[in-house]
């Protein structure tokens, strides 16, 4: 079974900074894909980014980049020029594409924009 | 975008009766759907995942005959606690996945509290 880890239950930056959240997971698995989400005060999950692991190139998503590092099994977030609205708990998530693709979650970092 | 709903949002009952939750694909056919629970501060930890004209395929520790899902319909799948504990309490998400992506939708939540 997978298992994803985040070793950084909460952290806090102050706005305009830069922050990395750290994840890391264990499989057997050569294709599968990871996530990051974010959870909001409102609680509605929200797609931040994903990356395919066939895929070397790390992905971006405007503020947002990861640095996935296969062979360390290692999946960190990175958020540039952070926001107040950047305020949330945020999950890495790893899948399996085979048939009912479900997600296996971290515990989650609570991450505080300090203004 | 994909827009995942689920009514109601927020629901009260008291301890023995039985409160049911929907869940609804807006704008795309959802061929699996996934139900996750999430105690305050913790992560979102699957129930079950259903497809549509089939039984619901139910985590290991997750009483089936508590939780009853159904998927009747490509765009709708129900939870339904039976005889509700207060210890049933507990927010519960769902996630609709079409069969062209691998890609997860969320509803926005449903706050059970069973007095």
């Known amino acids: 079974a997978q298992t994803v880890t985040q070793s950084q239950p909460e952290m806090s930056v102050q706005e305009a900074e830069t922050v990395t959240l750290s994840c890391t997971y264990d499989t057997s698995e050569s294709n599968y894909y990871l996530f990051w989400y974010k959870q909001p005060p409102s609680r509605q999950m929200i797609l931040v980014i994903r990356?395919?692991?066939?895929?070397?190139q790390n992905a971006t998503e405007n503020r947002f980049s990861v640095n996935f590092q296969k062979a360390a099994k290692s999946f960190s977030l990175k958020i540039s020029d952070s926001q107040l609205g950047d305020t949330a708990m945020y999950f890495c998530?790893?899948?399996?594409?085979?048939?009912?693709?479900?997600?296996?979650f971290g515990t989650g970092t609570r991450l505080t924009i300090i203004p | 975008g994909a827009v995942v709903s689920q009514h109601p949002s927020w629901v009260i009952c008291k301890s023995g009766t039985s409160v049911k939750i929907e869940c609804r694909s807006l704008?795309?056919?959802?061929?699996?759907m996934f139900w996750y629970r999430q105690f305050p501060k913790q992560s979102l930890m699957l129930m079950a995942t259903s497809n549509e004209g089939s039984k619901a395929t139910y985590e290991q520790g997750v009483e089936k005959d508590k939780f009853l899902i159904n998927h009747a319909s490509l765009t709708l799948s129900t939870l339904t606690v039976t005889s509700a504990h207060p210890e049933d309490s507990s927010f519960y998400i769902c996630?609709?996945?079409?069969?062209?992506?691998?890609?997860?939708?969320f509803g926005p939540g449903t706050r059970l509290t069973v007095t």
């Open positions: 704008d795309f056919q959802a061929t699996t």
């Open positions: 990356q395919e692991a066939y895929k070397q």
């Open positions: 996630s609709a996945q079409s069969a062209l992506s691998y890609e997860q939708y």
């Open positions: 998530a790893f899948m399996k594409p085979a048939g009912n693709e479900k997600l296996t």
